[in-house]
């Protein structure tokens, strides 16, 4: 299984302002997932209805000051969990510390995350093409993170019928981008189901942004 998730992977430029780090959080990954399990316990996964009434594909939830959400009143950031009442459980330090780094090493040297959004995607689970346009600070960059099972993830650009590349994402894989492309459009191809990685039966993607 290793030689599927080599250590050493390449840095991928895939516009201005926006790059693949190949394996950057593979060794934080333990942390990391541990960290999940007690944001879960918090604030359980769901599944969001879109403002027309679907169902979003992803399992999720968030910690931080604000997470996302979605309901018959449209996609927004919000410092209280709809589903318990209470306010979004804080950041894990290594959250904070990942994303942080991330951007560093992708040249966005200010960045501090104020959410950080869980996804959740089984077998069969995608995210379409769309943009994040929700947050108030657009000079700040969105920093994601992959965990378990491989992804490919789709790569546009400022109009939804702009070209996509087709991007492999694997275990420890970190996806930077802001400044021109901050606004790209973006997507998640439905998740093959595979072997286990690391006990993961499905894909954990950890989104860090800064909001207001």
Same mark, same amino acid.
Do not use: H
């Given at each position: 299984m290793d030689d599927l998730f080599p250590e050493t992977r390449t840095r991928q430029v895939l516009a201005p302002g926006a790059v693949v780090l190949g394996g950057f959080a593979k060794a934080d990954a333990p942390a990391?997932? #541990?960290? &999940?399990?007690?944001?879960?316990?918090?604030? +359980?996964?769901?599944?969001?209805?879109?403002?027309?009434?679907? #169902?979003?594909a992803a399992a999720m939830t968030a910690c931080g000051r604000y997470g996302w959400v979605s309901d018959g009143r449209g996609y927004r950031y919000d410092e209280l969990d709809?589903?318990?009442?209470?306010? @979004? +459980?804080?950041? +894990?330090? &290594?959250?904070?510390?990942?994303? $942080?780094?991330?951007?560093?090493e992708a040249g966005y040297k200010q960045f501090m995350p104020q959410s950080g959004l869980i996804n959740r995607y089984a077998p069969g689970a995608g995210m379409g093409l769309h #943009?994040?346009?929700d947050e108030q600070v657009v000079e700040a960059p969105i920093i994601s993170v992959s965990l378990g099972l491989s992804a490919i993830f789709q790569w546009g650009g400022a109009t939804r019928n702009a070209p996509c590349r087709k991007v492999p994402l694997h275990h420890g894989d970190v996806v930077v981008w802001g400044g021109p492309s901050r606004h790209n459009f973006h997507g998640i191809m439905p998740i093959k189901p595979? +072997?286990? $990685?690391?006990?993961?039966? @499905?894909?954990y993607n950890l989104t860090f942004r800064t909001v207001r």
């Open positions: 990391l997932l #541990q960290a &999940i399990e007690d944001v879960l316990k918090q604030a +359980p996964l769901r599944q969001y209805k879109t403002a027309r009434g679907g #169902q979003l709809p589903l318990t009442g209470r306010a @979004w +459980p804080t950041m +894990p330090l &290594i959250f904070q510390s990942l994303a $942080v780094r991330a951007a560093q #943009q994040d346009c595979g +072997p286990a $990685v690391v006990g993961l039966g @499905w894909r």
